[in-house]
């Protein structure tokens, strides 16, 4: 990157006043059409919510193999439970073949099943149940803590976004107001052997929905993203913050004048940290199932044509999710 890493503070543009706000989301919009990945500070997040998910989520990857299995996906794509190493290539996503990812995950779906919800496709997926472990201790109320604070700030997030594309603050929130977001724990174990030829942590991909929330490893190194020279460039943890970047579906709603940029999470040299484990959380904040994601107005310049067809925000999800189970 020619600039250091984005570095934004959520609680400035929420204080602020109509002016402050306009021109905090003029940076932010600067920042999407470029490369879509930001640090958020000042979140709002308690750090006792944070500290007590990742202990949790440690702790269950520290478990042996055979009880971690009792809470495994019943079925290839099946989208919640854990699920083993080398189950996953990211890269199929893209249509690329790609060996299995050098990780293992637990995934959790949304906390509440409004009764509105009705379609077969959603309930068995969507709302899939989430097959919670019995240990460690506290692991299920640390995750829902965790889950219902990021669910919050990712509405706060699009309000940021609708000021960033001049759109009124409130914009998206019939679109989220019964989100199908995921929540997962990453952990890429300690590798004792080199990895296979073209073998990544997690292959090249992009994100599929509004938005993503990473809480990265503080110190850990791997985290990459294409910037606009063409370049794999790291991007480093931020003390005391998350790593935001918006997604395909937010690219569609903004007819990409907004990026979803690819990014991988590669095997840095041995003496960098690269066989050492690596631990992050990431939450993938989805529009309602129903939500129709049609190009915005406000993303057209006068006689610009929009490049995608309206789609639903679940089947969409669905698709993509079902292309890069291994």
Not at 150 to 156: K, N, P, S, T, W
């Amino acid at each position: 990157m020619t600039q250091p890493f984005p570095v934004f503070d959520l609680s400035a543009f929420e204080q602020g006043d109509a002016s402050e706000k306009k021109r905090l989301g003029e940076v932010v919009d600067a920042i999407c059409r470029e490369t879509g990945f930001l640090a958020i500070r000042n979140h709002g997040v308690p750090q006792t919510v944070i500290d007590a998910v990742w202990a949790n989520a440690r702790a269950f990857f520290d478990l042996p193999a055979e009880e971690k299995q009792r809470v495994r996906a019943p079925y290839k794509g099946y989208p919640y439970g854990y699920l083993g190493p080398e189950l996953e290539a990211l890269a199929k996503s893209r249509d690329v073949d790609s060996p299995p990812d050098l990780k293992e995950s637990f995934n959790g779906g949304p906390l509440v099943q409004p009764a509105s919800i009705t379609d077969p496709e959603a309930l068995a997926f969507c709302y899939a149940e989430t097959i919670w472990p019995e240990r460690p201790d506290g692991f299920v109320d640390a995750w829902k803590a965790y889950y219902a604070a990021l669910e919050d700030l990712a509405a706060r997030v699009m309000r940021l976004f609708a000021v960033a594309l001049d759109l009124p603050e409130t914009y998206f929130e019939p679109f989220i107001n019964t989100p199908i977001s995921a929540l997962r724990g990453l952990n890429y174990p300690k590798q004792h052997v080199p990895p296979k030829p073209g073998q990544l942590r997690a292959g090249a991909h992009t994100d599929y929905g509004s938005l993503t929330i990473l809480l990265p490893q503080a110190g850990s190194k791997g985290l990459e993203i294409i910037t606009p020279d063409g370049q794999w460039t790291p991007v480093p943890p931020v003390d005391g913050a998350f790593v935001i970047n918006i997604g395909d579906l937010m690219a569609r709603w903004t007819n990409d004048r907004w990026v979803s940029t690819l990014h991988r999470v590669v095997n840095p040299s041995p003496d960098e940290g690269g066989m050492a484990r690596r631990q992050s959380l990431a939450f993938f904040h989805q529009p309602n199932w129903d939500a129709q994601i049609t190009v915005l107005d406000a993303c057209l310049s006068p006689g610009e044509v929009a490049k995608y067809p309206p789609v639903l925000s679940g089947p969409y999800l669905m698709s993509k999710f079902k292309a890069t189970t291994a």
